[in-house]
């Protein structure tokens, strides 16, 4: 009986789990849409920081271009935009906040004529409840595996901290 009662129980949980992360993402593309809204209508306060960075590790000691933008839209809704130009590559971010609550994030990796695009959904606690990742045009899959989604959480949101530094470095 107990078993029984352990089966009907268990996917009771996995199905609210489920419905509450398909939930949340309907939600941050409902605030992602306003947040666009109000890009285009509605008033905005945006600081823009341009500097350049060189690594100690670099032999040609060659200049870094970073190009961050922070723009608060009102109601609760800001953006932080940034452009890392490395070696042979580049990345392009936008990380989207409800009263200062990262809940998505898109990032662009350019490599020459290739980029790889990644959107990182987050539920109000800031973990990643969805990961979704085009590699090279093939289209988008979600990333299932929890390390994996850790991983590159760690490796985008690593652009988002430089660039959060940067603004109140140059405030």
């Not at 990262?102 to 990643?128: C, K, M, P, T, W």
């Not at 959480?153 to 430089?162: F, M, Q, R, T």
Request: net charge negative.
């Amino acid at each position: 009986m107990k078993k029984l009662l352990l089966l009907l129980i268990i996917p009771l949980f996995v199905f609210g789990f489920t419905q509450n992360v398909k939930e949340r993402v309907l939600l941050i593309k409902k605030m992602y849409k306003e947040t666009q809204e109000l890009v285009k209508t509605g008033t905005k306060d945006c600081k823009d920081v341009s500097y350049s960075e060189v690594f100690d590790d670099d032999e040609y000691s060659r200049p870094y271009d970073r190009d961050i933008t922070y723009c608060d839209f009102g109601q609760g809704y800001s953006r932080i935009s940034c452009d890392f130009f490395l070696d042979h590559s580049a990345v392009s971010a936008e990380y989207y906040f409800i009263y200062n609550h990262l809940y998505f994030a898109y990032v662009i990796v350019h490599f020459g004529f290739a980029q790889d695009e990644y959107r990182l959904y987050f539920n109000e606690e800031g973990s990643v409840i969805r990961l979704l990742e085009n590699i090279e045009d093939e289209g988008n899959t979600e990333v299932i595996n929890q390390e994996e989604r850790e991983r590159l959480k760690e490796e985008h949101l690593y652009w988002l901290i430089k660039s959060q530094k940067a603004l109140m470095k140059y405030d």
